[in-house]
């Protein structure tokens, strides 16, 4: 009878695990872009959605992560090797197989494309923030009331300078 943890049913549930969180990050990339175009077109409502529809994506890789922890302490204890010690190179050596090295692969590139979008957005909604914060800034030193209370509590005339003064 055949060993229910065999390395080459743990083998194959890692190849299939890791496939389905890479598919989970291929979906993650492409809300990301999706993100990028809103971010420009300045739509705060798609902009929440998009966000909600990451935030659900990356809440599902997080059970994946877990499956795939335990899966490699099953290979570390068949091993004989601690789980930190086991990468993706490693499975690629213990099974001769290149399946996992173009996994590997494509985790790197896929994640370190994530990353320059993510940055690039991050940079967007900051500079969106600055020019909201100039624009609000200088809509309130225009509107300001032209007076004030002082310390006796009696209305004080302020002198106004500001954009739209009148040349005498």
Do not use: C, H
Request: glycine fraction near 4%; avoid cysteine; hydrophobic fraction near 35%.
């Amino acid at each position: 009878m055949d060993d229910p943890n065999s390395l080459e049913e743990i083998k194959d549930d890692l190849v299939k695990l890791l496939n389905d969180e890479l598919n989970l990050y291929k979906k993650i990339l492409e809300l990301s872009k999706e993100k990028t175009k809103i971010i420009l077109e300045n739509n705060l409502e798609k902009l929440k959605d998009i966000d909600s529809r990451i935030n659900e994506e990356i809440e599902k890789i997080y059970p994946l992560e877990e499956t795939r922890e335990k899966i490699i302490s099953k290979i570390g204890e068949k091993q004989r090797l601690p789980s930190s010690q086991i990468n993706l190179s490693f499975l690629s050596s213990l099974w001769g197989e290149t399946s996992f090295k173009k996994l590997q692969e494509e985790f790197a590139s896929l994640l370190g494309e994530l990353k320059e979008i993510n940055q690039r957005n991050n940079l967007l909604i900051k500079q969106a923030q600055s020019v909201l914060s100039f624009i609000s800034g200088s809509l309130y030193s225009i509107m300001e009331l032209p007076f004030s209370y002082n310390d006796d509590g009696k209305i004080e005339i302020k002198q106004r300078g500001g954009y739209f003064e009148k040349e005498v």
